[in-house]
Each structure stands twice: as structure tokens, then as C-alpha cells.
């Protein structure tokens, strides 16, 4: 097994979170290569589609954006935001969406809008963007992001793109079609994932040199813990020479050890 | 139909559909397909207390907003991804010196769709249960009604307000003279932001012939009836790009978040150099790199298509 980074592994545990045959939403970054990886790997016929209107292109490396030429490339279609927003997303065919955020709370909300007072903002972050639509509508949300107590709070200040809410059940009262997705945050620490019967988060698995303790200290609210906490299995060498050497050869985006 | 020639310079695009206090539709997204020459032409003429609407507002705005030319925005995001955020944007917004209205990117597109149709609003299952629906601005009316769907009472909807903009920026590849417009690649809100709109100002590529058109006329993204103005300006969307025409510039778009960061000098600078001391967009276009960079830029894309 070659050395490998935390950043190579975040990616790699959230490639394997998508099954093969599933059709994907995600943005640019490292949700692009987790998405392009699990291709690559274990799920060659998965659907990738982007927001803008790409639908299952054939990636070159290394789009910078959605709007990239790079993820046009050879698509079967390249259509419209309503097409991919509206005609996919809230039609309930996206299985598997990626978002990021300032702020992920305890029962997976996400904050990409403001911090402070809405009309004059303490920080203005770029808003919702597809996110919003992401959560509303995937079945499985994956946030692949760094571990920190700030970004972790209890409760978000402004809640952009809803988790569960505040309990089990809110996403059904507020009407959202997609009533209890799995939402699962993959860190350099570890990965946590709503639990649908509590609605907040739960410790799920640990990073390579990462403990309970470690995920308490980084997150500004308290995870739950039931049952058995799994270790993150170490990349295979398919795994971690596939993400170097065809997801991003130029290491723009994952770094190597 | 009316064979009326819409062809005119962006000069007069833009005076003839772009007045204080309009409300702009802007098409593109990120580093894809932005009318950027319309854009500049807007900051040199002045144009201001305009509104912006949009979803994945980028450079485009940014510019506007830098040249304190924006007084609000209605959109989904202000972003470049990679390249950062939309600094003059989050900086407006932070100081209070423009008003952000927040809807998700279906939000929006749902209200240009109701736009496009004739219609007053559109209903949506997005946004439910986020702050989109608790905050708003001082200045906005009456954001959205939530209702019970009326075949199946239990479930909660929303409702937005239609959308139609003064006038909508589409950069297109191609265009013929009364304004039939093709888009290659992602569509992005185009389509719909045209025909939502009260007036659409297409700046193209190039302009064709109608009989190219008339020949594979399923490829016509926009029909002229939309349309009121046509620009024929070749790397129009520079630093953009345009797919199957030429590769986004990432170094010129890296200088312009440089420049936007820093604000101040550092912002004006830019806004002097590159627009306001440009007469055209083509002078724009020498002194962002002339003909070596934009060959460059349509050699990388060629290798894409």
C-alpha cells in the first residue's frame, strides 16, 4: 500500500458512497473527483450531471467549473438548468447529490448565505446556488468538507439548504418531497451521517489516526454514538493510482501525502 | 415574418435598451458564455440603479456591481467555483450598499419560466423549510405564498412571483441578422431568460445567414421574435468562453479576482484600463493578451470538441 493523504482518502470514502448505475450531481472540486473516481472504479455506469446542463459527459481532467468545456466533453446531451434542476432533481430521479458549506449543523442544515443580520451580513458567502434545490430533492446528500468547530455549530444561522431541521420529522411538515435522505459528511477525521429516527448526526466510521475524541473536540455540537464505529478502510492501489493518475493528474484539487 | 435587420454595434444596444433603473437578466454561467461585451459597454456608458437577476451570477455582475452600477440582486448564487467568490458582490452586500435577494437556482428558474409563459407564478417544491422563506430584504414585497396543493391538501407549496426583466445579455455563437440565435453547449437559463424578458440583446460570435438557419432550424435555441438586438463580437465573452469557440482565459479571470479582492485601486485600475479606457470591446481585447492569447484559447477548446 503507497503512502496517501487524509485529503486522497476523504475522497476515496466518498466514492464509495455511490453505487454503480446511479445518477450524480455535483459541482466542481473534490465532489467531482469523488464522483469521476467511483466511475472509474466501481461504478462505471453511473450518470453524472451537471447543473448547468451536461448529462453523463465523459470528464476530461481537470474542470474548474460547472461551465467548464471539460465537462461537456462527449455528454449525451447538453441541456438547461430546468432541465437538470427542474426535470431531474425535483422529479426525483438525482440519487446522489454533492453540496459544501460555511456552516453544516447537527441535523445536516446548511448555511452558504450569511452569517449576521440578513440585510447587512456579518460575511456573505455566494448563497444557494443548486444547493438548496440538492437537499430539497437527493435521495443521498454527501458533504465532503474540512473538519473544524466553526463549521460544525450546533445550530446554523441561517439555514440555505435543509437537513432534517430540527427533528425526524420537519422535512415532511415543511413539505419537502424527499422526506428523510441519507446525508452523510465525509472529514479528514471520520464520517458521520444523520440518523433518520433522531434526525442529528451520528459518528459512523473514523479516519486512519483519528478517534471519538478527536471528532468531539472539532465539532461544535455533540454527535450522537450507537452501535459500532467502523474504521475507514485504506485506499486499494486501483483506488489511489486511478485518482492520481486519471481523476487529477495536475493535483489541483487533492493533494498527494 | 418581419425581416427587420436588428444588427447594431453594442454601443447602441446598449443605449437603446439599457436605461437607469432597468432591470438586467443575465445569461451565462460562471466562465461559460457571459455577454461581457454588453457588460463593459453598460459601465462605460454608466448606466445605474440597475437590478440584476439571474441564478449563477458571476465576472458579469461582479463587474457591474464593482462599478457601483447595481443597486440589487435576485439570483441563486454570486460565485466563480475554483476561482473564488464574487468579491465586489460580497463586499456591496456586507457594507450595505446593495440589496441580495436569496432564491435557490430552481427558485429562479421557476419564476423566469413562469415569466416566459405568461403566467403570474410558478410553484416549486424547493426552498421549503430554509431561511429563503423567513429572511428577505427591507425593500421586497411579497417574496412568495406557500399553499396546500389542492389535490392533495396535506402538502405544502410554494409559490413564486413571475419574472420579466427589462432586458436580457445572451452571448450566443451564432445569430443571423433579424436575431434568430444558436447556442452550442450548455444552455445554462438562456432560454428561458429571452423569452421572459421584455428585450434580449444578443452578442454573438458570429452573424449567419438566415437560409444557414432556415436549413437546421432545430438547432435555434432563441427565435428572433425574442430578440431586439444583435452584436456581432467575436470573443465576446472573453474572459469567458464560448463551447466549440474558444476556452474560458483562467489567467485573466485569476488577475480580475485579484484585482476584485483587493478592491480599492487595485478594482478601479482594472475598471479604467480594461473598460472605461477601451472605446470597444476589441480594444478590450488587444490588451488582454490580442491575438496570440486568443488563439491559444481556441486551440485548447479545439482539443475539447
Same mark, same amino acid.
Given at each position: 500500500m503507497a503512502n496517501f493523504s487524509l485529503e486522497e482518502l476523504t475522497v476515496i470514502e466518498a466514492s464509495r458512497y455511490i453505487k454503480d448505475g446511479e445518477t450524480v450531481f455535483?459541482?466542481?472540486?473534490?465532489?467531482?473527483?469523488?464522483?469521476?473516481?467511483?466511475?472509474?472504479?466501481?461504478?462505471?455506469?453511473?450518470?453524472?450531471?451537471?447543473?448547468?446542463?451536461?448529462?453523463?459527459?465523459?470528464?476530461?481532467?481537470?474542470?474548474?467549473?460547472?461551465?467548464?468545456?471539460?465537462?461537456?466533453?462527449?455528454?449525451?446531451?447538453?441541456?438547461?438548468?430546468?432541465?437538470?434542476?427542474?426535470?431531474?432533481?425535483?422529479?426525483?430521479?438525482?440519487?446522489?447529490?454533492?453540496?459544501?458549506?460555511?456552516?453544516?449543523?447537527?441535523?445536516?442544515?446548511?448555511?452558504?448565505?450569511?452569517?449576521?443580520?440578513?440585510?447587512?451580513?456579518?460575511?456573505?458567502?455566494?448563497?444557494?446556488?443548486?444547493?438548496?434545490?440538492?437537499?430539497?430533492?437527493?435521495?443521498?446528500?454527501?458533504?465532503?468538507?474540512?473538519?473544524?468547530k466553526q463549521r460544525f455549530p450546533r445550530r446554523c444561522t441561517y439555514i440555505t439548504s435543509p437537513g432534517y431541521i430540527?427533528?425526524?420529522?420537519?422535512?415532511?411538515?415543511?413539505?419537502?418531497?424527499?422526506?428523510?435522505?441519507?446525508?452523510?459528511?465525509?472529514?479528514?477525521?471520520?464520517?458521520?451521517?444523520?440518523?433518520?429516527?433522531?434526525?442529528?448526526?451520528?459518528?459512523?466510521?473514523?479516519?486512519?489516526?483519528?478517534?471519538?475524541?478527536?471528532?468531539?473536540?472539532?465539532?461544535?455540537?455533540?454527535?450522537?454514538?450507537?452501535?459500532?464505529?467502523?474504521?475507514?478502510?485504506?485506499?486499494?492501489?486501483?483506488e489511489l493510482t486511478t485518482l492520481r493518475e486519471k481523476v487529477d493528474p495536475k493535483g489541483l484539487y487533492s493533494k498527494k501525502v | 415574418m418581419n425581416e427587420e435587420n436588428k444588427v447594431m454595434n453594442v454601443r447602441e444596444a446598449v443605449e437603446k435598451f439599457v436605461f437607469d433603473g432597468a432591470t438586467i437578466g443575465l445569461g451565462g454561467q460562471n466562465v461559460g458564455r457571459l455577454a461581457m461585451a454588453a457588460v463593459h459597454e453598460i459601465v462605460r456608458q454608466g448606466k445605474k440603479n440597475l437590478t440584476i437577476y439571474g441564478c449563477n451570477l458571476s465576472i458579469n455582475m461582479d463587474i457591474l456591481v464593482g462599478a457601483g452600477l447595481v443597486k440589487r440582486c435576485e439570483a441563486g448564487t454570486g460565485?466563480?467555483?475554483?476561482? &473564488?467568490?464574487? =468579491?465586489?458582490?460580497? !463586499?456591496?452586500?456586507?457594507?450595505?450598499?446593495?440589496?441580495?435577494?436569496?432564491?435557490?437556482? *430552481?427558485?429562479?428558474?421557476?419564476?423566469?419560466?413562469?415569466?416566459?409563459?405568461?403566467?403570474?407564478?410558478?410553484?416549486?417544491?424547493?426552498?421549503?423549510?430554509?431561511?429563503?422563506?423567513?429572511?428577505?430584504?427591507?425593500?421586497? &414585497?411579497?417574496? =412568495?405564498?406557500?399553499? !396546500?396543493?389542492?389535490?392533495?391538501?396535506?402538502?405544502?407549496?410554494?409559490?413564486?412571483?413571475? *419574472?420579466?426583466?427589462?432586458v436580457a445579455l445572451i452571448h450566443a455563437q451564432r445569430a443571423d441578422a433579424t436575431g434568430n440565435a444558436v447556442i452550442d453547449g450548455f444552455l445554462a437559463l438562456d432560454v428561458e431568460l429571452a423569452r421572459a424578458s421584455k428585450h434580449t440583446i444578443v452578442t454573438c460570435e458570429e452573424i449567419i445567414s438566415e437560409d444557414r438557419i432556415r436549413s437546421d432550424a432545430e438547432r435555434t435555441s432563441i427565435p428572433y421574435l425574442y430578440v431586439s438586438a444583435v452584436v456581432e463580437q467575436p470573443f465576446g465573452s472573453h474572459p469567458a468562453g464560448a463551447y466549440r469557440y474558444y476556452d474560458y482565459d483562467a489567467e485573466h479571470v485569476k488577475y480580475y479576482q485579484?484585482?476584485?479582492?483587493?478592491?480599492?485601486?487595485?478594482?478601479?485600475?482594472?475598471?479604467?484600463?480594461?473598460?472605461?479606457?477601451?472605446?470597444?470591446f476589441d480594444d478590450y481585447l488587444e490588451k488582454a493578451g490580442g491575438i496570440k492569447k486568443m488563439l491559444v484559447l481556441m486551440k485548447s477548446m479545439r482539443r475539447m470538441v
Open positions: 455535483a459541482g466542481t472540486g473534490l465532489p467531482l473527483m469523488a464522483t469521476m473516481l467511483a466511475q472509474k472504479t466501481h461504478a462505471p455506469h453511473l450518470c453524472f450531471v451537471a447543473e448547468t446542463g451536461p448529462i453523463a459527459p465523459i470528464v476530461l481532467p481537470t474542470p474548474l467549473s460547472v461551465s467548464d468545456p471539460r465537462l461537456q466533453y462527449r455528454a449525451v446531451r447538453l441541456g438547461s438548468l430546468r432541465e437538470v434542476l427542474g426535470c431531474l432533481l425535483q422529479r426525483g430521479m438525482m440519487d446522489v447529490g454533492f453540496v459544501g458549506g460555511a456552516e453544516i449543523d447537527e441535523f445536516g442544515n446548511i448555511n452558504t448565505t450569511v452569517i449576521g443580520d440578513y440585510g447587512r451580513p456579518k460575511v456573505r458567502f455566494p448563497g444557494s446556488g443548486g444547493g438548496n434545490d440538492i437537499l430539497s430533492h437527493a435521495k443521498r446528500i454527501i458533504i465532503i468538507t474540512r473538519h473544524e430540527d427533528g425526524p420529522d420537519a422535512r415532511a411538515k415543511a413539505g419537502l418531497t424527499s422526506k428523510k435522505p441519507q446525508i452523510v459528511v465525509v472529514t479528514r477525521l471520520g464520517v458521520m451521517e444523520i440518523n433518520p429516527e433522531s434526525g442529528r448526526f451520528q459518528i459512523r466510521k473514523l479516519m486512519p489516526g483519528s478517534s471519538v475524541e478527536a471528532i468531539m473536540e472539532a465539532t461544535g455540537f455533540c454527535p450522537d454514538i450507537n452501535g459500532r464505529i467502523e474504521e475507514v478502510t485504506t485506499p486499494t492501489d486501483h | 460565485n466563480l467555483e475554483y476561482f &473564488g467568490t464574487t =468579491f465586489c458582490f460580497r !463586499r456591496a452586500i456586507e457594507q450595505g450598499v446593495m440589496e441580495m435577494e436569496d432564491y435557490s437556482h *430552481l427558485g429562479m428558474i421557476s419564476r423566469f419560466l413562469a415569466g416566459e409563459m405568461g403566467l403570474p407564478f410558478m410553484p416549486t417544491k424547493s426552498m421549503l423549510g430554509s431561511d429563503m422563506l423567513t429572511r428577505q430584504c427591507k425593500s421586497t &414585497g411579497k417574496k =412568495f405564498e406557500l399553499i !396546500r396543493d389542492p389535490w392533495n391538501p396535506d402538502e405544502p407549496v410554494l409559490l413564486l412571483p413571475a *419574472l420579466r426583466p427589462d485579484k484585482c476584485s479582492r483587493e478592491g480599492g485601486n487595485a478594482l478601479e485600475g482594472y475598471l479604467k484600463h480594461y473598460i472605461r479606457d477601451s472605446e470597444t
